[in-house]
């Protein structure tokens, strides 16, 4: 069962999620706020990582989700972080 986000009709998916979970994470830790702490950025910031790296992996492949590109491109993303 696919959970659709919809934001004044846009249907939005959570690679744009996952742009803002990073974006945010780069923020606070640029920032050094006190408003989060060091964990829960960097959990913040995986997370993120993970949904905008699924898409980024479905579109490489032309939406074949069991395509090579996209278990080479996780791969990668294990072995490089």
Not at 7 to 24: N, P, S
Not at 51 to 78: P, R
């Amino acid at each position: 069962m696919e959970q659709i986000f919809i934001l004044f009709g846009y249907h939005i998916h959570h690679l744009y999620i996952g742009i803002a979970l990073i974006a945010l994470a780069g923020w606070f830790s640029i920032t050094k706020t006190k408003f989060i702490d060091r964990r829960d950025n960097a959990l913040m910031y995986g997370i993120g990582l993970g949904l905008f790296m699924d898409e980024i992996g479905l579109l490489l492949s032309w939406g074949d989700y069991w395509h090579s590109t996209t278990y080479l491109l996780s791969l990668l993303l294990v072995v490089f972080s």
